[in-house]
T-cell receptor
């Protein structure tokens, strides 16, 4: 069955510390994976997609098919990174399955 | 980026009444839109796929007669919660995708907080 797992509900780090938000998936096909972010009082928005292999706001994520993971990383956390982060798996053309989300709190 | 607008952002209704929530894509056309439900501190649960000009596709466990979806145009999908009960109180979010495949990007509405009293 298709599934996205984010094991941590809450992750607290100090400003300047590295961040890793974990995401594991279960999918029989070739996965298309994304990270979405929701800042306080704002709507969900795309952070990055694995296919583009880009760095957005200092965040990167590498698809590891052997470990079925797509962890989100940033070397130095900033306070403005505090938000809710969702890992998402694309099924078909448009349909997503979202993980349960991880709340990142960056402490001053 | 593209904009998806939901209306209303908050609604309080009495038990037994029906509530309609609108989802509009403001600057692009969307043949497909999605409706999600989000419980407090939980993930988005996909309820249904709204298809322009045809019937919606509902996820397992979602009552189609309870949650009526209409996608009458390429820019508007509506979700009607019929005969609402307090357990229907939740945060409902719509999204409309652009692109396709690995270039897909979903644009989300701001959500609608429904409270049934």
């Amino acid at each position: 069955a298709q599934r996205v797992t984010q094991p941590e509900k809450l992750l607290s780090v100090f400003k300047g510390a590295p961040v890793e938000l974990k995401c594991n998936y279960s999918y029989s096909g070739s996965p298309e994976l994304f990270w979405y972010v929701q800042y306080s009082r704002q709507r969900l928005q795309l952070l990055l997609r694995h296919i583009s292999r880009e760095s957005i706001k200092g965040f990167t994520a590498d698809l590891n098919k052997g470990e079925t993971s797509f962890h989100l990383k940033k070397p130095f956390a900033q306070e403005e990174d505090s938000a809710m982060y969702y890992c998402a798996l694309l099924l078909g053309t448009y349909k997503y399955i979202f993980g349960t989300g991880t709340r990142l709190k960056v402490l001053a | 980026g593209a904009v998806v607008s939901q209306h209303p952002s908050r609604v309080i209704c009495k038990s037994g009444t029906s509530v309609k929530i609108e989802c509009r894509s403001l600057d692009f056309q969307a043949t497909t839109m999605f409706w999600y439900r989000q419980f407090p501190k939980q993930s988005l649960m996909l309820m249904a796929t709204s298809n322009e000009g045809s019937k919606a596709t509902y996820e397992q466990g979602v009552e189609k007669d309870k949650f009526l979806i209409n996608h009458a145009s390429l820019t508007l999908s509506t979700l009607t919660v019929t005969s609402a009960h307090p357990e229907d109180s939740s945060f409902y979010i719509c999204s409309a995708p652009t692109g396709g495949g690995p270039n897909t990007e979903a644009f989300f509405g701001q959500g609608t907080r429904l409270t049934v009293v």
